[in-house]
Nanobody, 124 residues
């Protein structure tokens, strides 16, 4: 029911900022939660941030709290992840995901739709 496309990844230095965007096509639902997850080589996929489409409620992983923000634009079905003060440990493939009936789950298996991922590399 929805297709997700991430963009904005790249190679940056520690301390730099990046803005990732998630474009949702198809039918957007007010019941959806949009989540960002990331996976580094040799590590499990981990929760980064979520936003509920209806209320705009947000959640953040402790590792990014205070550095990352998430926002949505109802008009164009876009969700952005603003990443500030990037660290080498933020290096990962970042994925946008949609949970159809959720309320901000931090568990990746709760999500129904996934984008293709975008690589973020932070050099020291």
């Amino acid at each position: 029911q929805v297709q997700l496309t991430e963009s904005g990844g790249g190679l940056v230095q520690a301390g730099d900022s990046l803005r990732l965007s998630c474009a949702a096509s198809g039918r957007a639902s007010s019941t959806y939660t949009i989540g960002w997850f990331r996976q580094a080589p040799g590590k499990e996929r981990e929760f980064v941030a979520t936003i509920t489409w209806s209320a705009g409620s947000t959640r953040f992983a402790d590792s990014v709290k205070g550095r990352f923000t998430i926002s949505k634009n109802n008009a164009n079905n876009m969700v952005d992840l603003q990443m500030n003060s990037l660290k080498p440990e933020d290096t990962a493939v970042y994925y946008c995901a949609a949970e159809q009936y959720g309320a901000g789950s931090t568990v990746s298996r709760s999500y129904d739709y996934w984008g293709q991922g975008t690589q973020v590399t932070v050099s020291s």
